[in-house]
């Protein structure tokens, strides 16, 4: 039997090629609308754990990914043109398009998935097939749009920076402000704070020329409300921050504040989760920088390369190991993660991002952010700074090393601003977001509890001018007054509630006793052994105690001067000095509860325990 002319090579060959041309196009379709989905989600006040560039990262990497299922579908098209037609190839490309995009939806199975995603297959293979033209006119109408809409989508950002509010100068001689954020690191595993571990030298050094809060309290376990409470002043009830919602900007926050007289304002963050710019975090900075713009992050950039089976082939392919690939093929694990991944900035990149865009600056003051993540799980720091933290607990020695990392880090910024003749101008300041917990109470990490070591964080202020040096303050302190301190010393009458922290900075003076205040809701499955797991809990801390009023209505009081661990729980058999400081510190909360607004669901009925109607 003789084969048609249209199965000659050169036939076979444009077939092959109009191919690989349908399996490019199928990956811009997938991804851009992969990509515009998250986009809206980000701009309706949604944290979606994506770059801001998530449109044509998310087309490039689809474009890569149909890149290589086109390249498959065109070989066998020329190879076996009698087995696989281009009509069955286009309709692959559009089931693997549909799977794709279908992969995010949580309450779909993925056993129905595929049938979805064949039925759609055949329907789009089948119109082809018979409206070839019109398909073709669509196509290209569909990419024109896309190019028009990635483009002006990635403009916005800078089209929107002239009509930011800014005055004509600040005053002469204003002061610099620099905030580093060490994210999870808590105070107890610092040599500053006594630690047996020298992890901390580079910040000692900082700390002699400046002042040390012993006792400085976050107001909350995780990263996002406690940011927006240091940038606002707002306790974590009073903003929209949440686990999944953005900070909706309701209250003015210090970039803004700052900005607004005139300061340059520059964002430089490592914690893609929770301070990227769909945090909200970025308000008030004129540059921000989060995710980075690399090719590893474009590949991440799409849901299927998040999965364990795409992010396991991904991973085989870097290493040239076919073997991984198959592995990762054969367990199928097609999850996408309720947190994506990313392309980790670890602190000497969020040092270079922050020095590059400080050297592009003119004489005018600034306001830096730059957080450092290394200290989060999984724990990351060179290899040398592992090895001087080796011992007989792996967890708690790779911490200590990520922690050293930061420090040595945190000294070369400082080196970094004295080289350039700016550090004495400026407001330094080291603390963190939260703390974390190592095998205390029988909890490890962060986030679903409110003992002491999660939220008992370092803070240090530095600047000749307005910070006593060598003064240690043993008060405690909530990280709710960062905002009004900083601009208290830095441009005064800014609008943020508390009681500046220079209140310690006077010789002599007696501060009133300070109870900090700090909280947590549920938002996330949240395993059953973890406290928050029983609902939204507050506690109060100070005069050397620590009181935690849990979800479910349960009390718990810790002597901390006394019992430094918390083994003992005063209010299981309270006395009659333990059911005293009970009440007292019911009392407290009961006034706070009675006249704040609230973003918590829940506190009705928590403020009913507590007798507040």
């Known amino acids: 039997m003789s084969i048609p002319s249209t199965d000659t090579p050169s036939g076979r060959t444009r077939r092959a090629a109009a191919t690989a041309v349908a399996a490019l196009w199928f990956g811009v379709l997938?991804?851009?609308?992969?990509?515009?989905?998250?986009?809206?989600?980000?701009?309706?006040?949604?944290?979606?754990?994506?770059?801001?560039?998530?449109?044509?990262?998310?087309?490039l990497s689809y474009l890569i990914v149909f890149a290589v299922i086109g390249l498959f579908?065109?070989?066998?098209?020329?190879?076996?043109?009698?087995?696989?037609?281009?009509?069955?190839?286009?309709?692959?490309?559009?089931?693997?398009?549909?799977?794709f995009l279908l992969l995010p939806v949580g309450w779909l199975s993925r056993y129905a998935i595929i049938p979805i995603a064949i039925g759609v297959g055949v329907q789009v293979a089948h119109t082809c097939a018979k409206r070839s033209n019109g398909m073709r006119r669509l196509a290209r109408a569909f990419l024109a749009f896309a190019a028009i809409a990635i483009a002006i989508t990635t403009a916005l950002p800078w089209l929107a920076r002239p009509f930011r509010s800014r005055a004509a100068r600040p005053p002469d001689g204003a002061m610099n402000v620099v905030i580093v954020i060490w994210d999870t690191v808590r105070a107890k595993s610092l040599g500053l704070y006594r630690y047996e571990r020298n992890t901390t030298p580079r910040l000692e050094e900082i700390a002699r020329d400046g002042t040390v809060f012993e006792n400085a309290i976050s107001t909350s376990p995780w990263t996002l409300p406690s940011h927006t409470t240091m940038f606002t002043g707002r306790f974590p009830h009073e903003v929209s921050s949440d686990w999944f919602t953005a900070f909706d900007g309701e209250f003015e926050t210090l970039a803004e504040w700052l900005r607004s007289g005139g300061w340059h304002t520059g964002g430089f963050v490592a914690?893609?989760?929770y301070t990227s710019d769909d945090s909200g975090l970025d308000r008030g900075f004129d540059h921000y920088e989060d995710y980075r713009i690399t090719f590893s992050q474009v590949l991440q950039s799409s849901n299927f390369l998040q999965t364990p089976t795409g992010a396991g082939i991904l991973n085989g392919i870097r290493r040239r190991s076919p073997r991984q690939v198959l592995a990762a093929i054969r367990r199928l694990e097609l999850y996408t993660p309720e947190k994506r991944?990313?392309?980790?900035s670890h602190a000497s990149l969020v040092n270079?991002?922050?020095?590059?865009?400080?050297?592009?600056?003119?004489?005018?003051?600034?306001?830096?952010?730059?957080?450092?993540?290394?200290?989060?799980?999984?724990?990351?720091?060179?290899?040398?700074?592992?090895?001087?933290?080796?011992?007989?607990?792996?967890?708690i020695d790779t911490y200590d090393a990520a922690v050293a990392?930061?420090?040595q880090q945190t000294g070369a910024l400082c080196d970094s601003l004295a080289a350039r003749g700016l550090l004495d101008n400026t407001l330094f300041i080291v603390t963190a977001d939260h703390g974390e917990l190592h095998g205390e109470h029988d909890q490890h990490g962060h986030a679903a509890n409110l003992y002491r070591s999660v939220l008992r964080v370092p803070l240090v202020m530095r600047n000749p001018e307005t910070v006593p040096a060598g003064l240690r303050v043993h008060n405690i302190v909530s990280l709710g007054d960062l905002a009004t301190t900083i601009s208290g010393l830095v441009r005064p009458g800014a609008p943020f509630p508390g009681s500046t922290l220079a209140r310690f900075f006077v010789p002599d003076s007696l501060p009133s006793l300070a109870f900090a205040l700090a909280e947590v809701r549920p938002g996330r499955a949240h395993s059953p052994d973890v406290p928050l797991s029983r609902g939204t809990m507050t506690t109060l801390i100070g005069d050397?105690?620590?009181?935690?009023?849990?979800?479910?209505?349960?009390?718990?009081?810790?002597?901390?001067?006394?019992?430094?661990?918390?083994?003992?729980?005063l209010a299981v058999t309270p006395d009659s000095a333990a059911r005293t400081i009970l009440q007292t510190i019911r009392d407290r909360i009961r006034s706070r509860l009675a006249r704040r607004p609230t973003h918590f669901d829940g506190w009705a009925r928590r403020d009913s325990t507590l007798g507040v109607h």
Not at 31 to 38: M, N, Q, S
Not at 562 to 569: E, S, V, Y
Request: glycine residues 8%; proline residues 4%; aromatic residues 16%.
């Open 405 to 407: 990392y930061l420090d």
């Open 341 to 344: 991944t990313s392309d980790p």
């Open 73 to 99: 579908c065109a070989i066998t098209v020329f190879a076996l043109p009698r087995l696989v037609t281009r009509r069955l190839a286009v309709g692959i490309l559009a089931a693997a398009s549909t799977f």
């Open 271 to 273: 914690n893609h989760h």
């Open 544 to 569: 050397g105690y620590q009181y935690i009023l849990n979800g479910d209505g349960v009390e718990q009081l810790f002597d901390y001067w006394n019992d430094p661990a918390g083994k003992h729980d």
């Open 352 to 395: 270079s991002e922050f020095l590059h865009w400080l050297d592009g600056l003119d004489d005018r003051p600034f306001l830096a952010f730059l957080n450092y993540f290394d200290a989060h799980q999984p724990y990351w720091a060179p290899a040398d700074f592992k090895a001087r933290f080796a011992g007989d607990n792996a967890e």
């Open 30 to 59: 997938t991804g851009f609308v992969e990509g515009a989905v998250i986009w809206t989600r980000q701009n309706l006040g949604f944290i979606t754990f994506a770059s801001r560039h998530v449109i044509w990262m998310t087309v």
